[in-house]
Nanobody, 116 residues
């Protein structure tokens, strides 16, 4: 199984980015997908989760209204649209796949830097 994130980079405060996470090697449509992030010196934190069908989503409070998680099961890809970015959003962003009690799959992460 493999998860590959892309789309990170340097963006100015107030800007937007779209992250993608391409999955392979497992049946993507059965898995809940999540985005996490980890800033330097901080613990990894949950950003957002989407259920297997894409019909239900969850966001951490600080991301509500600014971030949108979505998925395309035909393309085995989950997305994170990030708007109104702040310097405190700077972190490495990871995607994770989970199905019940099975072991989770993690990607290698993509760096997002918000700075002027």
């Amino acid at each position: 199984a493999q998860l590959v994130e892309s789309g990170g980079g340097l963006v100015q405060p107030g800007g937007s980015l779209k992250l993608s996470c391409a999955a392979s090697g497992f049946t993507f449509m059965y898995y809940f997908m999540s985005w996490y992030r980890q800033a330097p010196g901080k613990e990894r934190e949950l950003v957002a989760t989407i259920d297997s069908s894409g019909g239900s989503t969850y966001y951490a409070d600080s991301m509500k209204g600014r971030f949108t998680i979505s998925r395309d099961n035909a393309k085995n890809t989950v997305y994170l649209h990030m708007n109104s970015l702040k310097p405190e959003d700077t972190a490495v962003y990871y995607c994770k796949a989970r199905r019940g009690s099975r072991s989770d799959y993690w990607g290698q992460g993509t760096q997002v830097t918000v700075s002027s």
